[in-house]
């Protein structure tokens, strides 16, 4: 008899405002969708334990600009600095690569 593969879906997390990263959005994603500016807060492992080399996809559909924040002893590391957002549309992927320590890539902006 064949086997069947079933897949679960899991929805996106949207974010409508100001937020800190948690559990389970490495597996759905982050999908902010916003008119006004927000930022987007990188927790300390202790408070949220991402394991390392979790990665957490974000894409930006509304008008509001993104701002990625890293929290206190959370050190973000990104291309010349750039940590927002650029227009709608704007991907972003979060990596954690050790115990607070995160790097962010995408269409960002300083």
Do not use: H
């Not at 879906?9 to 927000?38: C, K, L, W």
């Not at 202790?46 to 050190?75: E, W």
């Not at 940590?83 to 115990?99: C, H, M, N």
């Amino acid at each position: 008899m064949p086997s069947i593969k079933v897949t679960t879906y899991i929805p996106p997390s949207i974010q409508t405002g100001p937020f800190t990263f948690a559990i389970g959005q490495e597996v759905s994603g982050v999908v902010f969708n916003s008119g006004s500016p927000a930022l987007a807060t990188i927790p300390l492992n202790s408070v949220v334990p991402f394991p390392v080399g979790v990665q957490i996809p974000v894409l930006v559909v509304g008008a509001g600009q993104l701002t990625f924040s890293p929290a206190s002893n959370v050190f973000l590391g990104s291309p010349d600095n750039k940590r927002k957002s650029r227009v709608i549309g704007s991907p972003a992927v979060l990596q954690q690569t050790e115990l607070n320590v995160w790097w962010l890539s995408g269409d960002l902006v300083a």
